[in-house]
């Protein structure tokens, strides 16, 4: 079902209407249902991998047995159609709209200036939103969490964070003056009293109050679905798919057992991505989330057993209630998965992705395998030949070629045991972000002492991210049972550690250094803790650690920030209708927020419209010897392919130093572009176009190799003064070395995104694109198919995010579609996912500094008459 908006409208209803059918396609997600079949403008195009969060909805679902109404968010581009069976969806258009009535989370995030580029906005408003209907009063550390798998590139988070402080039920101001004031009031010695400043930016008294009982009700024909109707097996078919989700353990097991191949998909956190990032295809998929025996939640005398299909959120809450229920002693295990849970991807992840599937996928990246490995938790496994019980810390006992786990078994439950008397676990991860990042290397740690001592009794530790899998130190582990737990023990484990946990070379450039302090630091932490907890228990016996050291001990705790901006206060004499010097709201501000702002992909479909997808290079310096397009061509609503052949005059451009060409130079650029009824059968069809190249030498593909080859762009710029060689020879001291930077990439929230409209008359067109510089896209198309510059009309609406991207490489973009669109007559669209994106525009070169300092000492003083002699290269 979707919220109220075109489709809503349409059936002169107030609340949701239910769109899941039996012809539903296996292969459609949310997004691009909602987009394509719904016209709803506010789930924004996003990178199609549950990473910016621009997509979020609110998924409802009701349980009959409980009466109880769940409501939580999600990413629309993970979520298949077929899984969303008797579940409500309300999207940015059913919270409100500027024909009917703007919501307070709406017009508070424009009117706090919440939007910028407002692309990201749509997704914002709907994670505060569901977050708002679970918790009206939530507290500023609850509308962080509900935030953090949103990503937004314009506003620098402070004003979004400022409108989200409004609902909060604690003050967000430190108080810290004596009268209750903030710190950061006016009359504060911050600012200079002769000049008259503000701070407010928005004045709260405007809000309209929120007010949950005015709230979209959960709809009535889905509440009777759920408890009148038999639960029955459903099948959904597509052109390539078929979705098949059972409802029982014994119907899924006979699945199972005639499909072995077939993967079990939840909340596709895993199989999606795989599909849409690396071409993986499944011709039959398994969706079992709504058979009871897997979502089972269970206590027992000595742990809990929770269903494999169960939610990361839902673990999460029944962790937190366990821990406040029983004794320290039974939850140190509780607390540990619940201190990775927290950090797991954002709410949008956590809320789809399932316990059973984190582990099953054995990814090297999961935060949960290493230490639920490390507390001895087990696997409830079921097939046609019966039910076992395994240890799961024998499925990474071997690696990733482990297959303890046969195809035909199925992942019923993991049983998690209480902590004992004696136990001490832990759990770290590093990563480049505290939430929603994968970890560059994470752990899990369990130690048992003999009772009464500190003799090691058991020792379990496990890593992530260090190779392909989560891996255990099992030989590090059998040579310390039976020591003490002291220096000299960590001393020998860090040595074995590091000789056991072998880190190969990575091509991407990863750290290995940097992984192995990780590792070792890891196990130092977890030392200190464990040494801390013996002292706190014995402080007569065991001596604990020094002070200096204990800042160690100290988590990162994320506190809600804490900025203000200052401005030129106005004249009382000024007029009302004067805007200079007011904090006015965005124009577009509160059409950003309800979903009414049209970016280029929300442009109605033309008649006739094609859809574009591009075959990039894969070679760097290559010869095309040829490009069969055979298989593309006989793909389902394939019309045609685009080649260098068919640009009707320029292919080149020279804007810069370098050229700038429409089909192909180098790796990652467009070699040929498919033209098909549908963007999914044109992405199909250009996955099958074979392009053979002969590699030419020298291949080079790094500033090193460039400078090995004497590779360079001309002419080659310098910085001297002086006779800089004869000054080096005559100082006292030099000091050389490199700086290294990576390449950068732009990264706007909105891809690059065209459409091209024939008019009919001497090659006149219509294009609409997303650009920083409509005049140069004119320019190049009108170029590309050898017309005047006047018969191209280029629009721009509104620009998704652009910080300097959206210039050459869009006209670029923006010719393949018009040439494209010239040559079939007909209406082409073309929007890059974000792995083309990034791809085809590149951004920032990566980049070496040399430099070399010299200094020498007058008067016993050190001076440096000539500072830097430096060498900056380029790839040629």
Request: charged share 20%; net charge neutral.
């Amino acid at each position: 079902a979707v919220g109220r908006g075109e489709a809503a409208e349409a059936d002169k209803r107030d609340y949701n209407i239910p769109i899941v059918e039996k012809n539903a396609d296996p292969e459609q997600m949310l997004l691009s249902y909602l987009r394509k079949r719904l016209r709803l403008t506010g789930t924004k195009y996003g990178c199609g991998g549950g990473g910016c969060g621009a997509c979020t909805v609110m998924i409802s679902t009701y349980e009959p047995a409980s009466k109880k109404i769940r409501h939580y968010s999600a990413n629309a581009c993970l979520l298949p159609i077929c899984s969303l069976y008797g579940a409500a969806v309300t999207t940015v258009e059913g919270v409100g709209s500027t024909k009917t009535r703007v919501h307070p989370v709406q017009e508070r995030l424009a009117k706090c200036h919440g939007s910028q580029c407002g692309f990201c906005t749509p997704g914002m408003v709907m994670s505060i939103y569901t977050l708002l209907r679970n918790y009206p009063e939530p507290t500023s550390e609850q509308m962080m969490a509900a935030l953090a798998g949103n990503l937004c590139r314009c506003t620098g988070y402070r004003p979004i964070l400022d409108a989200c402080k409004t609902f909060c039920k604690e003050s967000a101001c430190c108080q810290r003056k004596a009268n209750g004031k903030c710190c950061l009031d006016q009359e504060d010695d911050l600012f200079d009293k002769e000049e008259k400043v503000s701070t407010r930016l928005f004045s709260t008294d405007e809000f309209q109050p929120l007010d949950p009982t005015q709230e979209l009700i959960f709809p009535p024909e889905l509440m009777r679905m759920a408890e009148n109707q038999p639960k029955r097996t459903l099948f959904f078919h597509g052109e390539r798919m078929t979705w098949i989700s059972p409802v029982s353990l014994d119907e899924l097991l006979d699945l199972k057992a005639a499909h072995p191949k077939a993967p079990l998909v939840v909340g596709n956190t895993s199989v999606g991505p795989e599909m849409k990032f690396r071409g993986v295809f499944h011709p039959i998929v398994i969706a079992p989330a709504r058979i009871p025996d897997l979502n089972v939640v269970k206590r027992m005398d000595d742990g809990l057993t929770l269903g494999a299909a169960c939610s990361l959120s839902l673990v999460k809450d029944i962790l937190t209630n366990a821990i406040s229920e029983y004794p320290e002693e039974k939850t140190k295990v509780f607390c540990a998965v619940l201190q990775q849970l927290r950090t797991l991807g954002g709410e949008q992840i956590r809320n789809v992705a399932s316990l059973g599937g984190n582990i099953i996928s054995r990814k090297s990246t999961s935060d949960l395998n290493p230490i639920l490995a490390a507390s001895n938790c087990m696997l409830n496994l079921a097939s046609r030949g019966g039910k076992r019980q395994i240890p799961l810390s024998d499925v990474f006992a071997d690696g990733v070629g482990n297959n303890i786990i046969t195809p035909e078994e199925i992942l019923v439950s993991v049983y998690i045991p209480h902590s004992r008397k004696g136990d001490y676990v832990s759990a770290f991860r590093q990563a480049p972000r505290r939430e929603n990042a994968l970890p560059i290397t994470n752990a899990g740690m369990r130690v048992l002492f003999e009772e009464g001592t500190d003799l090691i009794k058991d020792l379990s530790i496990f890593y992530g991210g260090a190779v392909s899998t989560t891996i255990c130190a099992k030989q590090t582990c059998g040579t310390l049972i039976g020591r003490h737990w002291n220096e000299q023990m960590l001393d020998e484990a860090c040595r074995l550690i590091l000789k056991e946990i072998a880190l190969p070379g990575s091509p991407s450039g990863e750290k290995v250094d940097y992984k192995k302090i990780l590792v070792v630091s890891f196990f130092y932490r977890f030392f200190l803790e464990v040494l801390q907890s013996l002292r706190t228990m014995d402080p007569c016996r065991y001596p604990g650690i020094p002070m200096e050291y204990r800042s160690v001990l100290q988590d990162f705790k994320t506190k809600i920030p804490q900025s203000i901006q200052i401005y030129q206060d106005i004249e009382p004499s000024q007029s009302p209708q004067d805007p200079v010097g007011r904090p006015i709201m965005h124009q577009s501000g509160i059409k950003h927020a309800t979903g009414e702002a049209v970016y280029i992909d929300d442009l109605p479909s033309v008649d006739g419209e094609l859809f574009l997808a591009v075959v990039t290079s894969s070679r760097a310096h290559a010869k095309i010897v040829s490009i069969d397009t055979s298989e593309a061509l006989k793909g389902p609503g394939v019309f045609d392919i685009i080649t260098a052949h068919d640009v009707p005059a320029t292919n080149e451009f020279y804007y810069s130093d370098g050229p700038e060409i429409i089909f192909v130079i180098c790796v990652g650029q467009i070699v040929c572009a498919v033209v098909a009824d549908s963007d999914i059968h044109a992405k199909q069809a250009a996955a099958k176009v074979k392009i053979e190249y002969e590699v030419l030498e020298p291949v080079i593909l790094t500033i090193e190799e460039a400078i090995k080859h004497n590779s360079f762009f001309e002419p080659k710029r310098k910085l001297e003064h002086g006779n800089v060689d004869q000054a080096f020879e005559t100082v006292d001291n030099i000091i050389e070395g490199e700086i290294h930077i990576g390449g950068q990439e732009h990264f706007y929230m909105e891809t690059q995104s065209v459409l091209a409209v024939p008019i009919g008359e001497d090659k006149e067109m219509d294009v609409y694109v997303s650009t920083q510089h409509p005049a140069i896209i004119q320019e190049m198309v009108a170029a590309s198919l050898g017309v005047p510059a006047n018969r191209i009309m280029c629009h721009v609406k509104r620009v998704g995010g652009a910080f300097g991207g959206k210039l050459l490489k869009a006209g670029l973009l923006a010719s393949v579609a018009a040439v494209a669109a010239n040559k079939t007559s007909r209406a082409v669209r073309l929007i890059l996912s974000r792995g083309d994106d990034m791809l085809i525009t590149g951004g920032r070169h990566p980049f070496i500094g040399k430099y070399k300092v010299s200094a020498t000492r007058i008067q016993g003083k050190s001076t440096c008459p000539y500072s830097v002699n430096k060498s900056f290269s380029v790839t040629g």
